[in-house]
């Protein structure tokens, strides 16, 4: 695996996450808003997509929808802080492999997300 898309629409937050993935070797792309997000992905690019789910004016809802119906293969965690219930059941219907509760410390990263990380690598081919 070596690119990760990442919607994230607080900057901070972003480029934490990204810089994280970056040292670790990973190249990252960012979008910061829905329409941007659905305008960059391209599924020919991404090995893992990291989605917070509510974005300023929108939620990442239809781009999980849009990967998963076109992509089913591509990975793709969720995370938010509302990690209400129904986020929770919807992110999962539309077939999000995981979900990420915030705030995380970014240690929480390379415990939990590594792993799955790995395992992914082991199913996908690349």
Known sequence: MKKIFLVEDEKMVADVIARFFEKKGFEVDVAYDLPTAMDMYDPEAYDLVLLDINLREDTSF???????????????LIFSGYDSEENIKKAKS????????????????????????EAMRRKKPE
């Open 62 to 76: 239809p781009l999980l929808e849009r990967i998963k119906k076109e992509h089913p293969e591509i990975p793709v």
């Open 94 to 117: 539309l077939g999000a492999d995981g979900f990420i509760p915030k705030p995380f410390r970014i240690e929480f990263l390379k415990d939990f997300l590594f792993p799955k990380i």
